[in-house]
């Protein structure tokens, strides 16, 4: 599995740009399996139950942050904006790389006062052109920070964990599992990081009966963090709460009880700020009892998103077992 | 000039009637049904040809901010609320003009003489300002101007240079949006390959409400917004571009906070534009938000594209707009539409 986050995570994909991301999981995934891409570009594959189950959906996301070029300026450096919630502590000294390949340095103008965290438009991107006329990104270009994969002990590293790590959870799930009573529906989402935009339209489109988000949450288990009960290595995080929305009771509790039937260690997650599709999918047409399971990670929203690979498979395992068997959510 | 009848409309979000009366009455012949719903969108259908089994929502939004009267002051003088964003630092000074008929008032300024010191170089809240009617008492102040009336600023729709020179510009309020109004109607003249839903839309300056029941209950394939947009070209001494320029032609949103431009969308404006050389320009990303952020939400998703009018100091009292600006959005606007491919629809 973990050759295939690399490819994931390597792969270029800033909201609104998530083709290349869409044609990678299309060739990893199952032969014969039934997809569509909807109006918005979200990938959707069904596979149907063998009886007596429910319509579920399990949504990760396709889409990373990054940056908008919003001006070229006389001597062919770029100004940007944030694609999603982009930070600029990490920024200075970072490396940026456009759809067409293009490499690009994040430089810093002197700062008046040193002391404070500088916004954006303090930066510039520097992609060695040597004017305007020059430059080979236009206004409006986007770009990914450029970051490789990496393993650091029982840890791995890359830009984009969030959410492909979700996204490769997704695929093995749906390689590894059995039989199951329920029609699945394996959503790979667009535009998250920008405000869960894919994921309420094809919830819309899905209507499923239960659903489920994969994807990243933050931990409390590092120098100085601020407080979290969540710290990698010690299981999934089962989502109660996060500023988009509280988890439907029925929903984490089957996520609990098919926990502990598995001797799966979790950890439930109240996260304060932040949200995931499931947020979306909840409130699409009447209504959906939705849930979240969260990967551990550190560094969110950094080029290093870290997580532990033992979570990551019990992730995969949680899954494998939830939906293994008939469902009830109360 | 409608432009200039729906620039001197009134019509505060919430309060849209007045424009909605202009638009009917111009749209009513030229479409094959028109209805409004619940929330006071004006909707439109002009049946196309029937080349094309596509159904695609154009909308432009009627309300305009605005202000509204919350309560009278003992000494008869209005505290009022904003609707939608204004900047604090044009209200001063204004004159308004409050509820149906139009009653005048001043948003009260203390003359420079008066002015402590630090008051020189503080923009007073709007919290702080009121408006004068001339009412010598909390009681005549509140028949004048009852709590919930809502105001608009005064401003006559002025051409500022002769049109014969070249310059063709404009100075009026409320071109946000009547503007897209204007040409949505023009747009309502010819048939189109495909089904055209006209919506013309309340509520977008306090937060893209009418576009959402509106696209919800129209289920489109595709849908345009037309709008006006900011022009901010003015002198930096930082090497910036401004979210659009006065004069440069449509403006073509790539990325907004609101939403995303459909890529295929874009290529259609922009091969549309060059091929038949209409000046365009791209909207600086990541600047405001349209009636696409509601639209491209709803159900299971409408690829969306903005088209803008770019005009100076809009949500003040007095913006400008170039004709010919104006004039070239209605040309790609309709020249785009006619090339949408048939299988547009994924
Ligand atoms: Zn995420
Ligand atoms: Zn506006």
Redesign the interface.
């Known amino acids: 599995m973990k050759e295939l986050i690399r490819s994931l995570t390597e792969c270029f994909g800033p909201?609104?740009h998530e083709e290349a991301v869409r044609a990678l999981i299309r060739r990893e995934l199952p032969r014969g399996a039934e997809t569509r891409?909807?109006?918005?570009g979200?990938l959707i594959v069904h596979r149907t139950g063998a009886a007596g189950g429910r319509r579920i959906m399990l949504a990760a996301h396709m889409d990373e942050i990054g940056i908008?070029?919003?001006?070229v300026?006389?001597?062919g450096f770029l100004?940007f904006?944030?694609?999603g919630g982009v930070l600029s502590m990490p920024l200075t000294g970072g490396r940026v790389r456009f759809a067409q390949g293009i490499t690009g340095v994040i430089g810093l103008e002197k700062l008046e006062d040193p002391s404070r965290v500088p916004s954006l438009d303090k930066f510039y991107i520097d992609v060695g052109a040597p004017g305007p006329a020059d430059c080979p990104v236009r206004?409006?270009d986007v770009a990914c920070f450029n970051r490789d994969f990496e393993e650091v002990g029982a840890r791995i590293v890359a830009k984009a964990m969030d959410d492909r790590i979700g996204c490769a959870i997704l695929l093995e799930v749906m390689k590894e599992l059995g039989r199951s009573p329920h029609d699945l529906y394996f959503v790979f989402t667009v535009?998250e990081e920008?405000g869960v935009?894919?994921a309420?339209?094809?919830g819309?489109?899905v209507e499923p009966e239960i659903a489920l988000a994969v994807d990243i949450t933050l931990t409390g288990d590092t120098p100085e963090c601020a407080p979290m009960a969540v710290a990698l290595g010690s299981g999934p995080a089962i989502k109660i709460k996060d500023s988009g929305m509280l988890a439907h009771t029925g929903v984490k509790d089957w996520l609990l009880r098919t926990a502990e039937a598995g001797g799966i260690p979790c950890q439930r997650e109240v996260l304060v700020r932040g949200t995931t599709d499931a947020s979306a999918i909840q409130v699409s047409r009447a209504g959906v009892p939705a849930g979240c399971v969260s990967i551990p990670t550190r560094y969110a929203h950094s080029p290093s998103e870290m997580v532990d690979y033992g979570d990551v498979e019990a992730v995969v395992q949680l899954l494998l077992r939830a939906l293994a068997e008939p469902v009830d959510i109360g | 000039m409608l432009l200039q009848r729906l620039s001197e409309a009134h019509g505060i979000a919430g309060h849209e009637e007045e424009v909605r009366a202009v638009l009917l009455e111009q749209i009513r012949d030229r479409v094959d049904a028109c209805r409004i719903d619940g929330m006071g969108n004006l909707i439109a259908l002009k049946k196309g040809t029937g080349s094309s089994p596509l159904r695609v929502l154009v909308a432009a939004h009627m309300d305009e901010v605005g202000l509204m009267i919350t309560s009278a002051e003992e000494s008869g003088v209005l505290r009022f609320a904003k609707v939608g964003g204004i900047d604090d630092r044009v209200l001063p000074a204004r004159v308004v003009l409050i509820g149906p008929k139009r009653v005048p008032g001043v948003i009260g300024v203390k003359p420079v003489h008066l002015l402590d010191k630090g008051e020189r170089d503080r923009v007073t809240e709007s919290r702080q300002l009121t408006i004068d009617v001339g009412a010598t008492g909390k009681a005549e102040a509140e028949k004048l101007a009852p709590r919930g009336e809502f105001a608009v600023f005064a401003t006559e729709f002025i051409a500022l240079s002769d049109p014969s020179s070249g310059y063709r510009t404009v100075q009026g309020k409320a071109f946000d949006d009547r503007a897209g109004c204007a040409i949505l109607v023009e747009l309502l003249q010819e048939r189109f390959p495909f089904d055209l839903v006209a919506a013309f839309t309340v509520q977008e300056e306090v937060g893209l409400r009418g576009a959402r029941v509106a696209a919800g209950a129209e289920k489109p394939d595709a849908a345009l917004v037309l709008e006006c947009t900011g022009a901010n070209e003015v002198p930096t001494t930082r090497d910036t571009s401004p979210s659009t320029r006065l004069g440069s032609g449509p403006a073509i949103t790539l990325r907004d906070t609101s939403f995303i431009s459909d890529p295929r969308l874009v290529e259609l404006f922009r091969t549309a534009a060059r091929e038949k050389s209409i000046p365009h320009q791209y909207k600086q990303p990541n600047i405001g938000g349209t009636d696409a952020g509601s639209i491209h939400r709803a159900r299971d998703g409408v690829p969306s594209l903005t088209l803008a009018v770019p005009a100076r100091y809009i949500h003040s009292p007095s913006s400008i707009l170039d004709l010919t600006d104006f004039e070239n959005t209605a040309a790609l606007a309709r020249e785009a539409l006619h090339r949408l491919p048939r299988g547009f629809v994924p």
């Open positions: 909201s609104g891409v909807d109006a918005m979200n908008v070029v919003t001006h300026d006389q001597k100004r904006g944030n694609v206004v409006g535009q920008v935009r894919g309420g339209t094809s819309y489109g």
